[in-house]
């Protein structure tokens, strides 16, 4: 991990800088004064509260979010519910695999997750040098250190008994009391309910909104107007059940996800504004890298990447560009993103390939965008279950004269017999292939009758019976005049908790030789408030100037605040550099006598003075971005403020 | 009821309204593909999905609520997790309280909700006028209509006891199948779940967004600087548990609440902003006019309504103009609006008077925004609960002398004795008023020892014993500096899915004489897309004006869509007027010859041709409200549009 500095070089000390966001009420932990009364049995970890600018910043980085991504592209935006039926994620694989490994610590009686049990005590031992937790503990041997440094690169790649055997041999233990901790045991992350005055029905709260979206498939290729490839996006909180959440905002058990579902023909993957992105420059490590336990990402363009196949398609690549450019838009620190390819055991159960956008913090490299390639897999297992095609029709420019294997089921006699299954038995047969026609015809004539997979019946089974009463599988010609298939997906999900989380570590610093005076260097278009709107005193005439400008401003549809309390203008300033405020607009006596005001620049602290029609315009256009603070500060007329600097300093 | 009618007259068709709702994806039951498979066993009843433009059009009514209430008013937005353990859920009485009466049927097994049980039925008795199901059931005499329609004006009056009493003594069975229903019984509405690996900790879903603001309080009064009155306000989504959801959108598990609470100083109830709605005229129908069984609402000023005491005081008054101002402002049919005062039994168990907004639908009244006063309720119970105070303390003006009583602990015993509950059992003791302390003073000097209530302590207990080592009470006097109270809360809360649909019921019309022409006359600032862009051909040298328009368009934020399918231009005009698209830009061989487009308007069909900078000229005034579209038909060139009126509804 390289050492974190903030944005003007010092060390980043990260009990300040948090100190700052919960002074400024970015976040908070939720239920906080629940969990300091005495008597509190309950578990508040991993839920965060976000105060206003939170709140303000989340929405913005939103903003930017569905501008660069759905407005841009036209896709499909939906709003899906957070409470699924199981039958939907034991479907997708979700009750079944979305787990994590824990160790129970049999004395304590408290859970750790095993991965990051393992990783924990494996770092503190390389940091002490010595094998175990007192002081005489044998030394770390050249071959042990190389053996923990390669275990560690590839920490995500072990499944439980990978785990359970590093834990064995290594003999890993509770390092917060040295006790031995019984082998992993999977932890499904979902939280469960019931819906219902029955409670008979089991629900889960989705862990993604990615389902919702594949469920609507059909009805939102048909809002499209039939036509591929297109998206859809969704916006909304998603919910895991994390074993042991310690990380802050990184590690939280409710969050906002926004996630993309692109898709498109397997057979075409090339996309039609690559070169776009081709030039754009990624840090890449991908999964040989990893597994030679290398951790240094290569440079290189998206374009050189997807000739050399480590980048998989020109799709894939588009969307690893955009996302990169999205990062850098909301003020992401160019040099503190890379991307990392998943190794072959951490892939998601539903993903064929996946790079996530990891962002440098304190805490290291984060997971904070996701990109997984879910090929067909969605989109197959609920049709089959449900009975439901979710597939592209495609009209062929000529028809095409085939030959092939044919199944006709008797209607008149599967309808009686089978009722309102019936329908469902005819799209398992519709939706059998050459090859499988093939087999069953055989079959057929040689048992008079075959068994088949079919969507959930009514009675649960999954297979039918079928005699040659009513089946028959023949060798026809006809003239096929549509391809049928079913899309692939490429999914960025984006985790924007963490994203905002990452960005206040990136652009925090303070200013040269006073720790006490924090800056977030918030980009104008990010920041909670544009512009802070202060008088200087309390005299009754500079109110009713301040809150002109104020709706002046608000119609403009920029976010300012008028703080005329009573505090000295620099400690007015300091509490909006902590919130990252852009621009100042101070009134004073002056302001009476001739209307001008002084502007100020969070970040040089310069200010400039002109007229309120002046100060708008340079606001207007900062906000915009048709001008910059240079060009403002050649323009207009310089001001030495009153309360900036030493002086200022010390009356805080 | 008042019989509805679309906004043009005719008869209000729901079924034809809501196949245009779920053709063009405003809406879909969630995860309809499985219900309709033949094995689900799930319930996704009153679960809804909202397809792009549903999504868009409740984007754009948050987006209005934010700067009709929070930007304008300067609250403070709070971003506070769904997930709560249930010590907060239990303090603020919704474990034990927040439940609907619903009775099973013991033969058919299912749960009807009580009061919708009784309504239904009596409703269903007095149109036909029978007592019973069959034909020759008993006819109802008039003092037996007088006794339903006295029922049922004040339905959500009764109680458990009460709904009982009228089940037995009015034989009211389920309508489905007659069958007698077991006597009511309490439903909790909340979903429950539990948090972390030892499933040991329970927590719910949030049923309101309010108890996240109310424990933020100390730090959103900080944040405010002190400073009072304020408010705090909150967008998402709160789930209740309902017995039997079957109204569409109106009743659903899961829905999007965007509440906002106002703290006040009990002793100031006045608001400094109230002349700017005392004006405005209100549809009342307060509480004893619904006991005298009338169901009709009298109309006055807000300001009359607050002097004759109607409503309790300026603050509440002030917010019900306000919520008044906004069901206008994004379309809400004026004539459709009133305003029902809750009745005793029906108010929340943790509010003071309640004031509904409700609006007429094809399904009746509904409430859709709750403006509740909440007193000090839920500050006190928390900070009773929490030991943490949750109070404002306000400089006097003038130090006022005060003789009393005052108890002192001695923290040289206690604190060792107590350890961590030894602070709380020192706020328990600053928190006795003059009247029990006085009371507290003659029993310690009597038995030597007092009992006094405390927050929950480490044990579970809520009372601690003080003996006379421990606690003295004398009478002392000392010069007062500062008030100390609990805020009292105003609590405007608005379903927003209501609304939506409410609103969408207002703005439905078809053309005349074709019902199967629908228009949804969304207003501008609401409806998902402001602009279609749609070339009339398929000329290859139509699309890039089709895109640059687009582009120019999105550059002011103003959402467009191009079609450039193959469907007839009548055809895409119909499908955006289902859409609610209220402009349509058309590319034609002119646009080739000399640039010029056709603007046409949705709901008069009208169309006017000129220079692309014209036409964004125009859209640009008609977006922002500062022109109207017949300013725009006179001075722009008239255009008798190919593909409208009788000619084109013949090609559709």
Redesign the interface.
Known sequence: MAAMTTLKGDKFDRQLFESVLKR??FF?E?????R??????????G??????P???L?ANIVDAWRKHFV??E?M?????????????LKTSGHVDKFADW?CKDPIK?D?LRADHLVENVLRARLARGTRGLVKDSPKLDDATIDEYNDILAKIDNYDGDGLAELIRCHDIRNPENNNQVLPPTP?NLM????????AA???Y?RPETAQ?QF??F???L??N?G?MPFASASI??C?R?E??PRTGLLRV??FLLAEIEHYVDPNKKEHPRFREVADIILPLLDRDTQLSGQTTSQTMTIDEAVKSRIIDNETLGYFLGRIMLFLLRIGIDRSKIRFRQHLANEIAHYATDCWDAELLTSYGWIECVGCADRSAYDLTV?SK????ALVVKEALLEPVRVEGWQAILDKKIVGPRFK??AK?IQSAVAALDQAALERLATELSKHGAVTIDT??????TTRVELTKELLSISRVAHLQTTREYIPNVIEPSFGIGRILYALLEHVYWHRPGDAARAVLSLPLAIAPTKVLIAPLSSHPQLNPIAHKLSARL?KLNI?N?I?A?SASIGKRYARNDELGTPLGVTIDFGSLEDGSLTLRERDSMVQVRGAEDEVVVAIKGLVEGTETWEQIVARMEGFRGRGEGEEEKERL
């Open positions: 400024r009420f908070t939720a239920f906080e004064i629940y300091l009364s005495p008597n509190f049995k309950g578990d508040n970890r839920l965060f509260d976000y105060g206003p939170g709140c303000a989340q407005l841009e036209n499909l935006e939906l709003d899906c519910t957070v409470i699924t039926p199981e039958p939907v824990m009686g859970y932890f939280f469960k309910s019931t819906i219902g005055p029955s029905a089991p629900v709260l919702g469920l609507n059909k009805k939102l048909d809002y107007q036509s909304g909180k919910y059940n074993i042991s058990r409710e609920h279950y449900t009975g439901t309102k299954d469902f969507p959930a019946l009514s009675d649960g608000r976010a605040v703080d309390s």
